[in-house]
């Protein structure tokens, strides 16, 4: 009768961890493998791009830990090449763009062979008569739709933002509206409604005027359509307008005095661009 039961408890020991290990390969199965992502940045000029520069290499750090992606950086623009891209599934810049020739050429073929991009603020910027000229039409006209750079608000403000596409993946679980972290926020010369490829996700909505504190008159938005988020269909991308924190110029301590990370949705809403970019073909 002992042995009976021996017998009987073994082979249900047995099962159990049969069923254990085939529930634990079918859950790591189930789950989405791992990508890279490699982020361009400069760091250079302007003190509140080089905070933001800062703590998004510790706010993607922390995030790829937690939904399973691998986040590595570089100010070595000579690596913006094929061979060094193919090992990765996104391409980020974080506040400039490649001025080199080449640089320029390996990133198209990459985006055109099915790369993902997500750039910030000051990444799609191009004012003839500056450092950063519109010289390059493909990226500025074609990609990212926006052509050169119109103006902006000060300071550095927060913003009411509308959802425009809430069927999008990166929008996914968004409110109609959410509030953004404080940012300068870009006006362009090209009206991206009127490009067929682009679409917008999320514009500055009407509640947030006046937008910026000034002191130039100019630097305050009183009306207008502000595209801040979008997407070219032609490509795996997303540009997001902010990335610029506010700084204490004033008190000449140069602290930062926000942080772009600061939004629960505006994180969501990186959050779900990163996902959807990364796990999808």
């Not at 750039?119 to 500056?130: C, M, Q, T, V, Y």
């Amino acid at each position: 009768m002992k042995t009976a039961i021996k017998q009987f408890i073994t082979t249900c020991l047995s099962v159990f961890v049969i069923i254990n290990t085939s529930f634990f390969c079918y859950s790591q199965d189930k789950k989405s493998p791992p990508f890279k992502i490699i982020a361009f940045y400069t760091a250079k000029n302007d003190l509140a791009h080089i905070d933001f520069v800062k703590e998004a290499h510790q706010w993607f750090r922390q995030t790829g830990e937690k939904y399973n992606f691998q986040y590595d950086s570089t100010n070595n623009w000579n690596n913006l090449n094929l061979p060094f891209l193919s090992q990765y599934k996104i391409v980020l810049f974080l506040d400039t763009r490649p001025e080199d020739s080449a640089q320029r050429a390996a990133f198209q073929q990459y985006m055109q062979k099915g790369g993902a991009w997500i750039g910030f603020h000051f990444s799609a910027f191009a004012l003839n008569n500056s450092a950063f000229p519109q010289n390059w039409d493909w990226y500025h006209n074609q990609f990212l739709g926006s052509g050169e750079y119109g103006s902006n608000t000060w300071r550095p403000t927060s913003a009411i933002l509308r959802v425009e596409d809430r069927k999008h993946p990166a929008t996914k679980g968004l409110p109609p509206k959410i509030t953004a972290a404080p940012n300068e926020w870009y006006r362009w010369k090209n009206d991206l409604r009127k490009n067929r490829d682009i679409k917008i996700l999320l514009s500055i909505d009407t509640s947030s005027f006046p937008l910026g504190t000034g002191p130039k008159p100019h630097e305050i938005w009183h009306e207008g359509y502000y595209p801040v988020v979008w997407t070219n269909t032609r490509y795996r991308m997303v540009y997001f307008n902010m990335g610029h924190n506010d700084m204490d110029y004033e008190g000449k301590t140069n602290k930062p005095l926000s942080s772009t990370f600061s939004s629960e949705n505006q994180n969501r809403l990186l959050i779900n661009s990163i996902l959807w970019l990364g796990r999808n073909k």
